[in-house]
T-cell receptor, first 116, second 113 residues
Framework: EPEVTQTPSHQVTQMGQEVILRCVPI?????FYWYRQILGQKVEFLVS????????KSEIFDDQFSVERPDGSNFTLKIRSTKLEDSAMYFC??????????????FGNGTRLTVT | DQQVKQNSPSLSVQEGRISILNCDYT??????FLWYKKYPAEGPTFLIS?????DKNEDGRFTVFLNKSAKHLSLHIVPSQPGDSAVYFC????????????FGKGTRLHILP
């Protein structure tokens, strides 16, 4: 069964550094997402992406965050200047329909970001 | 602002018995509800969903019940198996508005031998 793949599985970075989290969504999916989960908290929506542009973003997704689909397969999340509170598990997801309605979200295994 | 609440952080159930995971929501405009299951070091995987026009949806051992007046849904797993040990996330959205999915904090289910 096709799956969403994320790299790296764990990223450690110093505060203020830039990080890029990478994802390869399922090839025939049209909608792409980033979610994050701070330890012990809920899974939070960050951004959705469709047709090469952001379709929706949460208040968490401020100017320090950006997403890109640089080629036909990769989908990246960049954090420009990391803060301690950015430490979380970041999940990429993709779906055939917007927000997984009628067609569920498929999540990757996540990238654990640790900011020191 | 917790629109989707899972008030039990963990639950232990004997193998073979019924597991009941509960979820409450505050937004009466939600019309689509889902359960996702998550194993350690993996992403959430979709389990079952229910539209607000129904009050029950069944898929094998998994049944989701929706009580709109109480703004409550539950996931029943029967019989519970060791492989069901995982974190279960309740989620909700407004499908008629193409709105994003809001997740709860999750309930960790332990199936005891």
């Amino acid at each position: 069964e096709p799956e969403v793949t994320q790299t790296p599985s764990h990223q450690v970075t110093q505060m203020g550094q830039e990080v890029i989290l990478r994802c390869v969504p399922i090839s025939n999916h049209l909608y792409f997402y980033w979610y994050r989960q701070i330890l012990g908290q809920k899974v939070e929506f960050l951004v959705s992406f469709y047709n090469n542009e952001i379709s929706e973003k949460s208040e968490i997704f401020d100017d320090q965050f950006s997403v890109e689909r640089p080629d036909g397969s990769n989908f990246t999340l960049k954090i420009r200047s990391t803060k301690l509170e950015d430490s979380a598990m970041y999940f990429c997801a993709s779906s055939e329909a917007l927000h997984g309605h009628y067609s569920p979200l498929h999540f990757g295994n996540g990238t654990r970001l640790t900011v020191t | 602002d917790q629109q989707v609440k899972q008030n039990s952080p963990s639950l232990s159930v004997q193998e073979g018995r019924i597991s009941i995971l509960n979820c409450d929501y505050t937004n009466s405009m939600f019309d689509y509800f889902l359960w996702y299951k998550k194993y350690p070091a993996e992403g959430p995987t979709f389990l079952i969903s229910i539209s607000s026009i129904k009050d029950k949806n069944e898929d094998g051992r998994f049944t989701v019940f929706l009580n709109k007046s109480a703004k409550h849904l539950s996931l029943h797993i029967v019989p519970s198996q060791p492989g069901d040990s995982a974190v279960y996330f309740c989620a909700a959205s407004r499908m008629n508005r193409d709105d994003k999915i809001i997740f709860g904090k999750g309930t960790r289910l332990h199936i005891l031998p």
